[in-house]
């Protein structure tokens, strides 16, 4: 063989192992690449499942302390004390007559001229409303129940053309010792209001219950 075909050999196979070994580095250096991706991708599911368990934990807290203050209100209003129109505790099934007499007589005075008046409630829908279903529920212990709901149907329709005479009705029941107290007439609109403004309401409670007016 001939000194020149020896060198051509000897080139070839020169380069092939060069390209042999040029693939082999590469694949090797893919393989490291793919396995230090892989590795990454490991170390940071921890931590997606980490931060998720933080967030469930934060979420299950802030739901412990809703729940605690939702029934912490449930509690406060469980203890409140119910209050009728009138300020106290009365039920409508615990009225009586003299109540029914009473705060007729209180709520008139808001409307009649009289020279003494003592006691007074302002006339109003939800009151009237309240006192009619009272005297529903215990009319068989009321023995002028058709009086009463008389009274206070015409007061409701904002009729009072009679209200002196209403006032005086309940306040002999009552006992109309005192002449000054009987009612002469009906106050202006005007009158009406300033004795609104410069009277204040009774505030009472049942059982001998009281309260901050």
């Given at each position: 063989m001939s000194q020149r075909k020896k060198f051509i050999i000897g080139v070839s196979?020169?380069?092939?192992?060069?390209?042999?070994?040029?693939?082999?580095?590469?694949?090797?250096?893919?393989?490291?690449?793919?396995?230090?991706?892989?590795?990454?991708?490991?170390?940071?599911?921890?931590?997606?499942?980490?931060?998720?368990?933080?967030?469930?934990?934060?979420?299950?807290?802030?739901?412990?302390?809703?729940?605690?203050?939702?029934?912490?209100?449930?509690?406060?209003?469980?203890?409140?004390?119910?209050?009728?129109?009138?300020?106290?505790?009365?039920?409508?099934?615990?009225?009586?007559?003299?109540?029914?007499?009473?705060?007729?007589?209180?709520?008139?005075?808001?409307?009649?001229?009289?020279?003494?008046?003592?006691?007074?409630?302002?006339?109003?829908?939800?009151?009237?409303?309240w006192l009619l279903e009272a005297i529903n529920v215990s009319r068989e212990h009321i023995d002028m129940a058709d009086q009463y709901e008389e009274i206070l149907y015409r007061w409701r329709d904002g009729n009072f053309n009679n209200v002196a005479e209403d006032h005086n009705f309940v306040w002999e029941i009552l006992g109309g010792e005192k002449e000054c107290q009987r009612a002469t007439g009906v106050l202006s609109d005007s009158e009406e209001q300033e004795y609104i403004n410069n009277t204040e309401q009774i505030y009472e409670l049942y059982e001998d219950e009281t309260i901050d007016n």
């Open positions: 196979v020169t380069a092939i192992l060069s390209i042999f070994i040029g693939l082999s580095v590469t694949t090797f250096l893919i393989k490291k690449i793919e396995d230090i991706d892989d590795s990454k991708n490991v170390n940071s599911t921890p931590n997606i499942n980490n931060q998720q368990d933080n967030s469930n934990v934060n979420n299950n807290t802030e739901s412990i302390i809703d729940d605690k203050n939702e029934n912490a209100e449930d509690i406060d209003e469980a203890n409140e004390v119910k209050l009728n129109p009138f300020g106290n505790q009365k039920k409508k099934s615990q009225i009586n007559e003299l109540d029914i007499i009473q705060y007729i007589h209180w709520m008139s005075h808001q409307k009649v001229r009289a020279e003494d008046k003592c006691g007074f409630f302002e006339i109003t829908n939800e009151r009237i409303d």
